[in-house]
């Protein structure tokens, strides 16, 4: 469950920014469908299902997807001996002489396996500078570590409390970390056990959707193979209005065969060594013949663009409510029709599970749907050092029942494109 997350001196973001996922005290509409007690030991407040962001193209809602993103990515993978000679690629923001030599800061909060967790990390693109974790068993404050770099000596200074465990084998995962290593990943991969809710947090229960990335459908034919989960996936496409009646997936291993008569002899066999002895699964989508309601066979490539998108979507959608992950999209909107998005919201709302949803979007219609509490909306804009700033629609402490839609179109809550006047004459 993801509580909140900063970052610092990222891309087009200078200043601190936070997206905070716990749900406001004084706002109590759809209090039980879009919040959750989250579940841990000490007093923190209910969490929200979901969050949106909206905010002009360039604002930097990209960039905070971005950013979880490069956190999630270096803690995984920081410490294989891929990287071992590689910089960190990190771009600080380039606007001020301090920003571009300083370093960038991400930290995040998050709870797994009951127990909350603050983490965080400072690096360049030479090393990491300082890395931090707390954890809160039964709501008590424990530092496990901290690692700062020491400009002088050239050498990282570690703290450890009594609470983290490992004896001397502490000593071997600091001398095994790298300068452009974590801790938390080189400790994590020399067998800690005690990190390994932490990294489960990231690897498992983190998702992450990047604007224009096409999901491949590959995740949701899997699931279909399965009679139970092709049933939901069936009914979740259909609560959409879609009547598809069945969907059967056929499955063999790869032959050439299968390529495209004219396909370049070099680009055949590339495709048939990479491929060779690989299952690979086709969705057929069967519909009722409207007189005698026979079922009709369609390959995936006679559905819709929206259908594929929706099946392809589909499986990881319902992985995440049911293995209750939080997801973050940029561009929800980008493949999927407003009322479909609408129902993806809904739904998660929904559940008992402690499933979350942040996105990005410019569609507004969501705003006007009675979907989404005062709590849950957040705005995007750069301010005058071309720098984003992100704050929630509760800085400007909305009435209950405020036409929220309407006073963001109109400009009332900023993060909108500001259009100059235009001269057209002598355009075109």
């Not at 259908?307 to 959608?317: D, K």
């Not at 992950?325 to 599970?353: C, F, G, M, N, W």
Request: glycine residues 4%; hydrophobic residues 35%; contains cysteine.
């Amino acid at each position: 469950m993801l509580i909140q997350f900063s970052v610092e001196n990222y891309r087009s973001i200078l200043d601190r920014q936070t997206l905070n996922m716990s749900a406001s005290k004084y706002f109590k509409e759809m209090e039980q469908l879009n919040t959750f007690d989250a579940g841990a030991i000490e007093q923190l407040p209910r969490l929200l299902r979901s969050n949106v962001i909206y905010g002009p193209n360039a604002s930097g809602k990209s960039t905070l997807v971005n950013a979880l993103d490069f956190m999630r990515d270096r803690v995984i993978n920081s410490a294989k001996e891929s990287q071992a000679n590689e910089e960190i690629e990190v771009t600080p923001f380039k606007l001020t002489s301090a920003s571009r030599a300083g370093d960038s800061e991400f930290e995040v909060a998050f709870i797994e396996e009951g127990v909350r967790y603050q983490y965080g990390f400072r690096c360049n693109r030479q090393r990491f500078t300082e890395e931090w974790l707390f954890a809160y068993p039964e709501g008590r404050t424990q530092k496990w570590f901290q690692r700062a770099f020491d400009p002088k000596t050239g050498k990282d200074d570690y703290r450890f409390s009594t609470a983290f465990l490992g004896g001397r084998k502490r000593q071997d995962w600091r001398e095994q970390t790298r300068g452009n290593a974590l801790f938390l990943s080189t400790a994590l991969q020399l067998n800690n056990e005690q990190l390994k809710p932490v990294l489960n947090w990231f690897q498992q229960r983190l998702q992450i959707i990047k604007a224009h990335q096409i999901l491949a459908p590959n995740f949701t034919m899997t699931r279909c193979r399965d009679e139970a989960a092709k049933n939901r996936v069936l009914k979740f496409m259909n609560s959409a209005d879609l009547s598809i009646a069945d969907i059967h997936i056929k499955a063999q291993i790869f032959s050439p065969e299968i390529l495209p008569k004219d396909m370049p002899n070099a680009l055949r066999d590339e495709i048939s060594q990479q491929m060779a002895g690989k299952e690979i699964m086709q969705a057929k989508f069967m519909h009722e013949d409207v007189d005698s309601r026979e079922l009709i066979e369609f390959d995936q490539e006679e559905e819709s663009d929206g259908t594929r998108a929706l099946f392809a979507f589909s499986g990881p959608w319902l992985d995440v409510i049911e293995e209750e992950r939080a997801l973050v999209v940029d561009e929800l909107d980008t493949s999927l029709h407003p009322l479909i998005v609408h129902y993806l919201v809904k739904l998660l709302h929904h559940q008992d599970r402690k499933a979350q949803l942040i996105f990005t979007t410019h569609d507004t219609t969501i705003l006007s749907q009675k979907i989404l509490r005062r709590d849950q909306i957040w705005f995007m804009e750069k301010n005058d050092k071309n720098a984003t700033q992100l704050y929630p629609l509760s800085d400007y402490s909305p009435r209950d029942n405020e036409a929220i839609e309407r006073g963001y179109l109109n400009g009332r809550y900023g993060g909108i494109p500001f259009l100059k006047d235009l001269d057209f004459h002598g355009i075109g």
